[in-house]
């Protein structure tokens, strides 16, 4: 007996086993979809700064307690940041996934350390050195294993994609060849590019952007303003723009505006002498009609400038979802989208019950994968006209 469409049709209404999904690597996020990945978590503006930075420092405390270099730093906090972007923060402390954002830059930059050893640095950095500790102790067993396991989480997260963007070596180049202040400006744009990492910026922006921002912003601090930069001169040869430059001098300043005690650079210049620099910038960006953020999108709405009535749902949505809402999973717990990017999470949740993810970095071969892939999924329907005699009632 042959099998029908009926026989083999699964639930997610594919034919046959499932076609399995592809997560493209995304080295760069921009604003639109960060903010739409924080509301799919659901954590508000205010805790997730705290957890943002709380995380960098702790980051940051961990990296100069072992002697580790800026380059696994930096890698480090992107990971960080990412696996935030994809879990829920009741699902672990910062602390861990701080940890385990450091165990996997200490592999990915090739300054292995154990998780033991990161543990030890940890928990010796709260005691005092009387109470220290060797990485030896049965106490680090257990949470060895747990750093170990995020581990995977956090490249599932980031996508396996190991490239990292140092800004700091184009920065000091950059600080030469305008012939700056090593000591002074030179020194305050490197300190710059560490506390840049404690924003959203290192996954928005290229290498050029982030450089040449904390390059600028070093020389108004000091009153050595280059005027090149501030031209937008060369930014061609860079491949960046004066409003990518803008958005990430805008970000630190809203860094050193609001959280300015956390930070390096922020606590040896008054709070008066950024806002005046950000009111300057607000003018130029103003002038100029620069976006606050750019490589945005502005979304359709469905409903022509009309809201739904109470009680009622826009049906046509729920196929396209165009806001995080409509992302939702239905336990209640946020999965950033319902495609592959949710199901790179910490657990399977419901709604991906079956389907398998593949990470890929090639973005051609993922399109001419899919292209071929679907021909093999298509609904190809004929239809039939057959005569049929009756046959005559007897009398």
């Known amino acids: ?3 029908t469409q009926s026989d083999i049709t699964v639930e997610n209404g594919h034919v046959g086993p499932h076609p399995s999904y592809i ?7 921009f604003e639109q979809k960060l903010q739409e990945c924080m509301a799919a978590t659901g954590v508000t503006e205010a805790k997730e700064d705290n957890i943002r930075l709380q995380g960098v420092s702790w980051i940051d405390s961990l ?4 002697h580790l270099p800026v380059r696994t730093f930096n890698t480090a906090c992107v990971y960080y940041h990412r696996f935030r972007l994809v879990h829920v923060d009741t699902e672990y402390g910062f602390m861990d996934a701080a940890t385990a954002a450091l165990f996997t830059a200490c592999k ?3 300054t292995l350390k154990k998780s033991r050893e990161i ?7 709260k005691v005092t050195s009387a109470e220290h500790v060797s990485q030896d102790d049965p106490m680090f067993d257990n949470p060895s294993k747990a750093i170990v396991g995020l581990e995977r989480l ?43 990492y404690r924003t959203f910026a290192p996954l928005k922006q290229t290498t050029s952007t982030m450089a040449i921002a904390c390059v600028e912003l070093a020389g108004r601090l000091h009153e050595r303003n280059v005027q090149e930069l501030e031209a937008g001169k060369g930014f061609k040869e860079w491949r960046t723009s004066r409003a990518e430059v803008m958005e990430t001098l805008l970000d630190l300043l809203d860094l050193y505006t609001h959280h300015r005690t956390l930070t390096t650079v922020g606590q040896e210049y008054p709070i008066e002498t950024f806002i005046a620099i950000r009111i300057t910038l607000n003018q130029e960006a103003s002038t100029n009609e620069y976006p606050r953020y750019t490589n945005s999108v502005k979304k359709r709405s469905f409903t022509n400038g009309t809201k739904p009535a109470n009680g009622t749902k826009d049906t046509r949505s729920a196929k396209s979802p165009l806001s995080p809402q409509d992302t939702l999973v239905s336990d209640g717990k946020s999965s950033v989208t319902l495609s592959p990017e949710a199901a790179a999470g910490a657990k399977v949740r419901a709604g991906l019950k ?4 593949r990470f890929m970095l090639d973005p051609e071969r993922a399109r001419d ?7 093999y999924f298509k609904v190809e329907e004929e239809e039939y006209e057959v005569e049929v005699e009756r046959e005559k009632r007897r009398g």
């Open 354 to 357: 079956e389907g398998t993810v």
């Open 369 to 375: 994968e899919k292209k071929i892939v679907a021909e």
């Open 119 to 125: 543990l030890c640095a940890a928990y010796n950095q």
């Open 23 to 29: 997560q493209l690597a995304k080295p760069y996020m």
């Open 1 to 3: 007996m042959a099998f």
């Open 63 to 66: 990296r100069k307690a072992l």
């Open 108 to 110: 990915i930059e090739d």
């Open 154 to 196: 956090m490249l599932e997260a980031s996508g396996f994609d190991y490239r990292s963007r140092y800004p700091q070596k184009l920065l000091l180049k950059l600080s030469k060849y305008y012939h700056l202040d090593r000591d002074t400006v030179g020194k305050t744009a490197y300190n710059m590019s560490l506390d840049l």
